[in-house]
T-cell receptor, first 118, second 113 residues
Framework: DVKVTQSSRYLVKRTGEKVFLECVQD?????MFWYRQDPGLGLRLIYF???????EKGDIPEGYSVSREKKERFSLILESASTNQTSMYLC?????????????????FGPGTRLTVT | RKEVEQDPGPFNVPEGATVAFNCTYS??????FFWYRQDCRKEPKLLMS???SGNEDGRFTAQLNRASQYISLLIRDSKLSDSATYLC??????????????FGRGTSLIVHP
């Protein structure tokens, strides 16, 4: 079974702190993703990565950065946490699709990190 | 207009009922369609991929209608355990030749005795 793990299930941070959310997958997947999920807004893509040291912005990258130094690990960084970043953060991974169009295979999600910024 | 739209519900149905959800998408060049299920306070998990020819898995049937740009999910003989939020995922093309997964906001299903 594919396993995607996230470093924390619950996290409480203060405004202005630098926050690191870690995600690790054990199935050698090329693609990794970071989403946030808020009531009424659904899942929104923050950043994704198709390869080591490669990153692309999703729909809401402002206030976030990412790092992918190893294939199995994808980190989300909040440089200076703000209260509007209080949310559920979900990491996902998937195999690279066939062809240059990079069609998406099914995604496997981690259990999520509920971040509260006070 | 949001790229992927779903009726949020909730759909409140009795056990044994048949229920159908639709999900519309705006970009006709979209590829790779999926339905995910998300239980309360859990992560989403793949329910079914959706193909043009339609696919069935037990009580669940998924269809893709490219002409009208929607995907559907049909659940027959609903069980209490089917209560969850159902998310559709569409992959419209983005710059650089990649496809970006876009989730609908989810449709809530409540199956009651």
């Amino acid at each position: 079974d594919v396993k995607v793990t996230q470093s924390s299930r619950y996290l409480v941070k203060r405004t202005g702190e630098k926050v690191f959310l870690e995600c690790v997958q054990d199935m050698d997947h090329e693609n990794m993703f970071w989403y946030r999920q808020d009531p009424g807004l659904g899942l929104r893509l923050i950043y994704f990565s198709y390869d080591v040291k490669m990153k692309e912005k999703g729909d809401i990258p402002e206030g976030y950065s990412v790092s992918r130094e190893k294939k199995e690990r994808f980190s989300l960084i909040l440089e200076s946490a703000s209260t509007n970043q209080t949310s559920m953060y979900l990491c996902a991974s998937s195999l690279l699709g066939l062809g240059g169009g990079r069609l998406l295979d099914e995604q496997y999600f981690g259990p999520g990190t509920r971040l509260t910024v006070t | 207009r949001k790229e992927v739209e779903q009726d949020p519900g909730p759909f409140n149905v009795p056990e044994g009922a048949t229920v159908a959800f639709n999900c519309t998408y705006s970009n006709s060049a979209s590829q790779s369609f999926f339905w995910y299920r998300q239980d309360c306070r859990k992560e989403p998990k793949l329910l079914m991929s959706v193909y043009s020819s339609g696919n069935e898995d037990g009580r669940f049937t998924a269809q893709l209608n490219r002409a009208s740009q929607y995907i559907s999910l049909l659940i027959r003989d609903s069980k209490l355990s089917d209560s969850a939020t159902y998310l559709c995922v569409v992959n419209p093309p983005a710059s650089g030749g990649s496809y970006i997964p876009t989730f609908g906001r989810g449709t809530s299903l409540i199956v009651h005795p």
